[in-house]
């Protein structure tokens, strides 16, 4: 699926692998340059020395592609997904306990929602639930900057006469 969440975060420096060497202008590792061409005009190749500086060459390099829908595939993550999506634990006081009050049962219960997600490696970024696109055949695209999943607790008392 695509994710804008992914594309902003890289966008303003929040996504991990954007805090590479702090940051600071690097070399990329095991890169070349083409430095001359050879007398069969096939070209020839030395090593980079050239950092990447902070500034407009840094968001080329983390993928920065923009222009009408142009979706770069950097973007695109594996929507697997396991989720804890409600647990519930109630506990119903004995009888016993109840035979002298107006009351038939009384339950309390602990209640939690979306407790726990579980995503691939690749996809630190959002909710493959997640969309901005509908919820029909277009929700499968993806999310484009969706508000993230909410993580509730709560309790609740049930009374019965």
Do not use: C
């Not at 340059?33 to 060459?57: K, W």
């Not at 009351?103 to 969309?131: A, K, Y």
């Amino acid at each position: 699926m695509y994710s804008r969440t992914k594309e902003m975060m890289y966008f303003t420096g929040t996504a991990p692998e954007t805090i590479f060497n702090d940051r600071q202008p690097f070399i990329v590792p095991n890169s070349v340059v083409q430095v001359d061409v050879d007398e069969d005009g096939n070209p020839v190749y030395g090593e980079n020395t050239v950092p990447i500086e902070v500034g407009s060459t840094l968001h080329t390099y983390w993928g920065q592609s923009y222009g009408g829908g142009d979706f770069n595939k950097k973007f695109l993550v594996d929507k697997s997904f396991v989720k804890l999506r409600e647990l519930s634990i109630s506990y119903s006081l004995p009888a016993s306990l109840l035979s002298k009050t107006p009351f038939g049962n009384v339950q309390i219960s602990l209640i939690g929602r979306n407790l726990f997600i579980w995503t691939p490696d690749e996809n630190d970024f959002v909710d493959p639930e997640s969309t901005t696109f509908g919820n029909d055949l277009e929700a499968d695209y993806g999310e484009y900057s969706a508000t993230p999943t909410v993580r509730s607790m709560g309790v609740n008392l049930r009374l019965t006469f």
